[in-house]
C-alpha cells in the first residue's frame, strides 16, 4: 500500500472512530475526542460533560466500547479515557450542540446565534463566529453568520488557536448545519504587541546611581591626592 493510501485510509478510520464514540456519548455531552499511535497501543481521550456516563459501574461501560472498538476498527490494544470537559463555555463542539438542541426545539436562528456568541464571549473568548446554513426561514437555502472578536481564518494561527466544532439539527424543513469556531483567552497573535510601562522612572533610577558613583569617586581620588607638607616646611612657615 503506498503512503498516500495509508494517509487517506488512517483519516477515514478516524473520522469513523469519532463519529462512533460520538454517538455513544451522546447523552454524557461529547466534546471531542484526541486520538494518539504509540508503539504499545492506541490511546484514545474522550472529553465528555459527564465522565460517569461513560465510564459506568466499575468500568464496565467504558470497557464494553473499548472492545467494540476494537472488534468494529481492527484496533489492537486500544485504551479509551473519559476527562472532564473543562470549560464547556469555550469548547466549540459543546457550544455547537447546545445550539443546534435550541433551533430543534424551535428557537429562533437568529436569537440562538445571538445568544451563544454572547455566552461565549464573556466565558473569556478572545472571538468566535457560528456560521448556521440550511432552510432557515423559508424553501430557499440560505447562510448566516455571527461573529465577535478575533477570528483567524488560515495559517499558523488557525491551526494552533482555533478550536472547531460542527453539529446537525433536524426540522421539518430540512437538516440545518451549525459550526462554531472560538478562539481561547490563551491565544497569542503575532501581532500582538505588550509595552512595557514605567521606563522613564528606570531611567530616572539610573542617573541617580551614576551621580552617586561619580560623587564618591571624586571624593576618594580627592583624599587620596592629599599630601601633607614636611616637617622643615611647616618651621619655616611658622618662623
Known sequence: ????????KEKILRYLLKEKLKEESMQAGFGGIDIQRT????????YVQKPGLIIGRQ?????????????LFNIKNAQIEAKLVENKNLNATVQAQSLADALERGWHFRRAGHSTVKRIM???ARGCQIIISGKLSGQRHRTEKFREGKIKYCGEPRLQWIDEGYAVA??????????VQIMPPEAHLPDDIEIKRNVPEVADEAENETEEN????????????????ADDVKEEKDA
Open 1 to 8: 500500500m503506498s503512503s498516500e493510501k495509508s494517509f487517506v
Open 59 to 71: 468500568g464496565a461501560i467504558i470497557n464494553d466500547l473499548t472492545k467494540q472498538v476494537e472488534t
Open 122 to 124: 464573556n466565558a473569556g
Open 214 to 229: 561619580v560623587a564618591i569617586s571624586v571624593d576618594e581620588i580627592e583624599g587620596e591626592n592629599v599630601v601633607e607638607p
Open 170 to 179: 433536524k426540522k421539518k424543513l430540512g437538516i440545518i448545519g451549525v459550526k
Open 39 to 46: 508503539p504499545v497501543g492506541t490511546n484514545v481521550v474522550l
